[in-house]
């Protein structure tokens, strides 16, 4: 702990009394073989709590006199080729030096667990909506889906059963890459299989983990993997490759070392965490090697094909929803093609807002309303796309 200062002096900004600590640190410049520690330092704790360095050394004469005194012995002792100039190290106070560094690490880490702890809120698991009944999905995506599920099902039996344990050094974690385009059903996949293995599902997106502070969106990884493991819920990041992607080689300023901070946490609560994660990306092929050599499948999400358009589109049209009862399918999927299910999703969605602006008694989703709808739709994310 630090000593209480005995003198009345107050922090000339915050008006508190100044503390005293052996935590001062001197090198020189000019003779770098020199390194003083333990220097009593008299501080603000409110100052020092904010990061700003307002210590002042206390017995500066005195520890400079003794430093001059080193200084000038070294530099007049002769030293041959083989016993040349040695480094020197000289630490005042030694056991209050020690006493307060181990409190200040202490107090580090406390308020390290404390910051963490008060980000778990800003991660709520959900109960899953979907079922996998419910997904609309390629026969291949819909297998290598059903193989990954097996293996969660089934750990018992395949790692302690069959001992594949001893092969794994993950153990019973499970990581996923789900990739593909843009409302391809990557999140309703995952929320399937939480609700498959009957657990919540807490999704963090990029947006939630990022932030412009320099140190905090690793703080944000470490709150949801800690959030996830307390509630044994199926952990899904989504726009992975912001966070996934290569490490940054050349470190030119703060901010690229923070990106190559998060990553590298990401990495080491990846290995820690024992349960479910599953990340999703648009380009997967921003992942570093070392989150790719880490997830146990890699499962792509295409576009859909004309027949799966057909059974989505009928997906996303409830029976109180008021449709043109001689709807032509036929028209539907083709004006969708290259759309996903997200794009007709967000067509019916914007179909229905047309109806609804007609006069009451005519307020009949048509043919016309749901081919305008998916037009405007792709025509937005093609702009969008060139921009």
Known sequence: MPFRSSSPDLCPIHQVPLEIAYRGKKTFPDCPNIVVEGLPMRYCPICFAQGKDSAQELDAPKSGAFIAKLRALIEKSDFSEHLGKPNVAVRFNPVRATLDGEASR??????????????????????????LDRLVLSDETMSQLRHALALLEQQKLIYETWNLQSIDRTGRKIALNFYGEPGTGKT????????????????????????????????????AFRKASETQAVLFFDEADSILGKRLTHVAQSSDHS??????????????FDGVVIFASNLVRNYDGAFLRRMLAHIEFPLPSAD??????????????????????DRLVEASEGASGGDIKNAVLLAASYAATKPKGKQIVEEEDFVKAIRFVMEGKRKAAQA
Do not use: C
Not at 109 to 130: C, G, M, S, W
Not at 259 to 272: F, I, P, Q, Y
């Open 308 to 329: 799966l358009r057909l059974k989505i589109w009928k997906a996303h049209l409830p029976p109180q929803l008021p449709v043109q009862p001689d709807l032509n399918f």
């Open 188 to 223: 309703l996949a995952a929320d399937a299989i939480a609700n498959r293995l009957g657990k919540e599902i807490l999704i963090a997106s990029y947006a939630e983990m990022e932030s412009k502070y320099v140190g905090e969106t690793p703080k944000n990884i470490r709150a």
């Open 259 to 272: 990106v190559n901070l998060a990553r590298s946490t990401m990495l080491l609560e990846l290995d820690r």
């Open 106 to 131: 202490a107090a580090k880490r406390r308020d390290f667990d404390e910051d963490i702890a008060a980000r778990l809120d800003n991660f709520v698991p959900q109960k899953p909506l979907y079922s």
